[in-house]
């Protein structure tokens, strides 16, 4: 069964650090989302992306974030400076049109 | 109430008794999806259910969605140990980016 690929499942990183976290989405999928959770607390949208661009984003998809599809297969998400709370778990999902989306298994970032 | 709450929050029932969760929602959808998560892990796809449907079954679990009430719930019939977990609903707007606001989700303790 196709599924949505996350790597690394768990990511230290000190303060002010860039990380990039990795996902592979299912292989027709068009639509992308990265999405995020703080321990304890509800799974928060991020972004989403279609057609190579970034279709929608929320608040907290700042300047110190950005998405980028490098290859057409792998689907980042880079924080440019870390801090600590951005430790979190990080979700990637994909959907083809008129589909559920499909969750990873999520990267636990802890940002120390 | 925020988009996508459950209620209630926590549930705590002996095993082969049902469980039944409840989400409410405040825009106009496409379609809500439950999710379940074990602790400090991914996000598990149970059931979609699209806007023109009233009802979904898949194996024990069973789907319900009032577009009048903007609600929906989720029951798991004679429960487990094993489906000790979070459920979570999230709920795709009607239009634009289909992306996924998830509730607060409901932690479901089942007793053996």
């Known amino acids: 069964e196709p599924e949505v690929t996350q790597t690394p499942s768990h990511q230290v990183t000190q303060m002010g650090q860039e990380v990039i976290l990795r996902c592979v989405p299912i292989?027709?999928?068009?639509?992308f989302y990265w999405y995020r959770q703080i321990l304890g607390q509800k799974v928060e949208f991020l972004v989403s992306?279609?057609?190579?661009?970034?279709?929608?984003k929320s608040e907290i998809f700042d300047d110190q974030f950005s998405v980028e599809r490098p290859d057409g297969s792998n689907f980042t998400l880079k924080i440019r400076s870390t801090k600590l709370e951005d430790s979190a778990m990080y979700f990637c999902?994909?959907?083809?049109?008129?589909?559920?989306?499909?969750f990873g298994q999520g990267t636990r970032l802890t940002v120390v | 109430s925020q988009q996508g709450e459950e209620d209630p929050q926590a549930l705590s029932i002996q095993e082969g008794e049902n469980a039944t969760m409840n989400c409410s929602y405040k825009?106009?959808?496409?379609?809500l999806q439950w999710y379940r998560q074990n602790s400090g892990r991914g996000l598990v796809h149970l059931i979609l259910?699209?806007?023109?449907?009233r009802e979904k079954h898949s194996g024990r679990l069973r789907v319900t969605l009032d577009t009048s009430k903007k609600s929906s719930s989720l029951l798991i019939t004679a429960s487990r140990a094993a489906d000790t977990a979070s459920y979570f609903c999230?709920?795709?707007?009607?239009?634009?980016?289909?992306?996924?606001?998830f509730g607060t989700g409901t932690r479901l303790k089942v007793l053996a």
């Open positions: 999902a994909s959907r083809a049109d008129n589909t559920e989306a499909f």
């Open positions: 292989s027709n999928h068009l639509y």
């Open positions: 992306f279609y057609n190579n661009e970034i279709s929608e």
């Open positions: 825009t106009s959808i496409n379609n």
């Open positions: 259910i699209r806007s023109n449907e």
């Open positions: 999230a709920t795709a707007r009607a239009s634009g980016t289909y992306k996924y606001i």
